[in-house]
């Protein structure tokens, strides 16, 4: 039941949101309807496959028993194929031409026929070698040239036909193929896991070590679920200059570029459409995990011509055993803070450069999301609520009774959830988001336990998680550091936002809450040490207190008007909030919708990125490097 469960997992999420539509300057939106991906799961069906896993069953019949289960749970217009190596040709143990030739693509990509498919599954016996850099260059003709396309490998073995069938999948990705491979080794010796590690790492995916068939269901479980909504950056494509001279020119909205360790800055003009308007930066990427080199760092810096304006780090620390983004949010105000005597060329300028420069990290290429936001000024700032960062200490609820959830790999694929409480089934390794409104005069308190009776020997051995918030920019709200949770405890742990107030941002030294729209919870569960994949079925509760109140004016808006609440942006409205004694309330909307901010001014609507605009963190705080 477990491999059932977790191979359900995987599939379903490349299925249901591989990308997001790119997000045009002016107005900034997300696609509602999410675009369907194509995923291909390619099996092992060597001769070592006949081997039996502790359970009992051989590798092969846990496997087949596994992919029957996952066909089963899928919707009948999901894109799914299924390719198998080694079922054809017995080599003897032997690399004959013959052998390193089969793989066959025995249930094309289509529309599923799941009677087809299942009998199919069925058929499958294990028998003779393991060409896995020939069964990938086929799967990519599987796949064909357009949208999302997504590889779930399952291997017990490395490569028998090439010494190396990683360098093969560097020249797909190298090459822009939009393309991502998970892999699965079911138990694997430690050259083979050097080998898929490779590949998924290549392959801009997550490798995981499935020692038995408990193990593989979870693996292939969340793998399948993530190849449905898979991390992926989106936005439009830009290639930064190595100097500011000649630098792209960009404007409010999401774009992509890749980003190498050592190649030095990567420069982009930044461009005010309206005068005195703030500005708003962030970057996100997901670099491979390995527990060894897990240190990552790219410098972000915004300068008006040779006057540095602000600088900060997105940063990921090598000795955690969090694979989570890496992220980080920069500021620049469009008039002077109360501390200046006027304002500079930073304010002012029409025109600001932004660098990034990957100082440290994995010699892999990595795609980057850049996300830019453009606020307004304001109208009688003075007369808004004061600045209060005030974060009530007193203890969140408990999750009860809550209901499934189905989070995404980064922001922009987060699902929008209503307040209540949630559950979702991590594995090791596992970071996931998921995004609420949060409205003016309001504030986020979020609390988050294992469920109950799931605290194994295995779990306790990853020791504790982590629960962060961020605002609609992806600046961090509360501390990481100050939000772990351990496992085993009896008591829940909780994070909680000051009061969404606009001259919040006035306040120094810490994380500011001054903009409504769009927060997020991540919740991270650290990387396995003993090279197991642990499952780890979590619970969390959402609350939003406070009415809305205190929303600002901006300028060349109509008198009176204001930003919309959040929940009202959105084509799509959220869920009703569940009843916690009703099973049969709604469950997450788990369209990537909007509820994004509308900026009202100069005759213009733009709306602003799919996560508004929050600031982060003053210039100190990000010059600190901090752990994603």
């Known amino acids: 039941m477990r491999i059932l469960a977790a191979l359900t997992t995987a599939v379903i999420v490349a299925l249901t949101g591989a990308a997001q539509a790119a997000l045009p300057a002016a107005a900034a939106t997300a696609s509602d309807e999410p675009v369907p991906g194509k995923l291909l799961l390619m099996l092992d069906a060597s001769g070592s496959m006949k081997a039996k896993d502790p359970s009992g069953l051989t590798k092969i019949e846990a496997a087949k028993k596994a992919l029957t289960g996952v066909v089963g749970a899928l919707p009948d217009t999901a894109q799914v194929g299924l390719r198998v190596y080694g079922a054809k040709v017995d080599g003897k143990g032997k690399p004959t031409p013959a052998a ?51 590889i779930v490998l399952v291997s017990d073995g490395e490569e028998s036909c090439v010494p190396d069938p990683c360098p093969v999948i560097k020249k797909l990705t190298a090459a822009g193929v939009d393309l991502q491979i998970d892999t699965v080794g079911f138990g694997v010796n430690a050259k083979a896991r050097q080998q898929l590690q490779c590949i998924a790492d290549a392959g801009q995916g997550t490798y995981y070590d499935a020692k038995d068939a408990a193990a593989l269901a979870t693996s292939l479980g969340k793998l399948s679920q993530r190849a449905l909504r898979p991390f992926t950056v989106t936005g439009t494509p830009v290639v930064g200059t190595a100097s500011a001279a000649g630098a792209p020119s960009i404007t409010a909205g999401q774009y992509t570029d890749t980003l190498m360790t050592g190649e030095g800055r990567r420069h982009y003009t930044l461009r005010r459409t309206m005068s005195g308007s703030t500005l708003r930066v962030a970057v996100t990427m997901r670099p491979p995990y390995t527990e060894t080199a897990n240190q990552e760092l790219v410098r972000m810096r915004l300068t008006v011509a040779d006057q540095p304006c602000e600088d900060g780090l997105a940063a990921r620390i090598g000795s955690s055993a969090f694979a989570g983004l890496v992220t980080g949010t920069l500021r620049l105000s469009g008039t002077k803070s109360l501390r200046q005597a006027k304002a500079t060329d930073c304010e002012t300028s029409d025109t600001v450069t932004l660098s990034l420069d990957r100082e440290d990290g994995s010699a892999t290429p990595n795609p980057a999301e850049i996300l830019v936001m453009e606020e307004p000024p304001v109208e009688g700032g003075d007369a808004l609520p004061p600045a209060d960062d005030d974060r009530p200490q007193q203890v969140a609820p408990a999750p009860v009774n809550p209901m499934p959830v189905v989070g995404g790999p980064t922001f922009s694929s987060a699902p929008r959830i209503a307040p209540g409480s949630w559950k979702e089934t991590f594995v090791s390794g596992e970071t996931l988001f998921y995004r609420i409104p949060v409205g003016w005069g309001q504030r986020l308190r979020v609390s988050v336990a294992s469920a109950p009776g799931s605290v194994t020997d295995e779990v306790r051995r990853l020791t504790h998680y982590a629960p962060v918030l961020y605002a609609p920019d992806r600046g961090i709200v509360g501390e990481a550091s100050l939000s772990y949770g351990s496992f085993g405890q009896k008591r829940h742990t909780q994070q909680v936002s000051a009061e969404v107030r606009y001259r919040n941002r006035e306040i120094p030294g810490s994380p500011v809450v001054d903009l409504a729209g769009d927060y997020f919870i991540r919740i991270a569960i650290p990387h396995s040490r003993q090279d197991a994949t642990a499952e780890v079925p979590m619970m969390f509760r959402v609350e939003v207190e406070g009415t809305v109140e205190g929303a600002p004016t901006y300028a060349g808006a109509s008198s009176g008007s204001s930003t919309p609440s959040p929940s009202a942006t959105s084509e799509r409205t959220p869920p009703t909030t569940p009843a916690e004694d009703d099973p049969t309330s709604d469950r997450a909307d788990t369209d990537n919708g909007s509820g994004w901010l509308v900026w009202l001014g100069l005759g213009l609507v733009a709306v602003l990125g799919a996560l508004g605009a929050a600031y982060t963190v003053i210039r100190a705080r990000l010059r600190g490097n901090r752990t994603k």
């Open 100 to 150: 390193c030739a089969d793989s066959q693509l025995i249930h094309p990509i289509a529309n599923l026929d799941k009677t087809k498919l299942t009998s199919t599954i069925a058929a499958i016996k294990a028998l003779g070698e393991t060409p896995i850099a020939h069964s990938l260059q086929e799967a990519l003709k599987d796949l064909g040239t357009e949208g999302k396309r997504n």
